[in-house]
């Protein structure tokens, strides 16, 4: 049996609402990227920030941080990618959750992913983030959070999804689970996350 470590019993859990939004283009001839090509193109290139400074820095990253008191979950992913990036979403839809826990913390991160499906403008370096656009056969994988290697292809074909992954510091993942659908259910998910734990 595989060691548990420091976990949290579930009724001592917290959860606190991140944003994560992530543009694609269309690609084209490989110059000026243009405004929000919009969903339905072949995703040719993502757009994602190297994060400068806390949380995550020196990662490249899709968009986004804490939701505001006062803020719906969309308002507050159309917030951060204008601060981070310098783009203004005009439509955003979801395409999943994540939800992250720390070993020996109770503080569990529920991330929701968007797209930004119609934007506009033209990506600039802002004080979190230097933005740089990737073609989507060459995402810069070990750069980017351990857990987006996961779920990036459901990304990248909109096919909705709820993760779960435990990690021990930054760099390490004990366990995770990956489904199909964008609402599963955070306590079905951690269970089922455990039980593996437990088995492996
Ligand atoms: N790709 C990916 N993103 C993650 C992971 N964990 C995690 O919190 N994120 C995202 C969610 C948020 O967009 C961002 C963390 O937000 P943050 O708390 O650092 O927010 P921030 O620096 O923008 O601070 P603030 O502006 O909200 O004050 O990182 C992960 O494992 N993978």
Redesign the pocket.
Known sequence: MAQQGNLTPADELWM?D????FVFSGGGDGGDVGDGEGVGLPRKRVLLGM?K????SD?F????????PGETVEQ?AVR?LK??SFLDAQAMEPRGQ?Y?EFEGSPKV?H?H?FEATAWTGDAAESD?MRPEWFDVASIPFDR?????RFWFPRLLAATPFTGY?L?RGEQTILTHVLEDGGDVSFDRLRTTALKQLQEQ
Do not use: P, Q, Y
Request: without cysteine.
């Open positions: 606190k991140l944003t994560l939004v994060k400074r806390g949380f995550g990662r990253n899709g968009f986004g941080g804490k939701v505001e507050g951060e601060e981070e994540i992250f991160l991330v992913v979190e980017m959070w351990a857990d987006d992954f990690f």
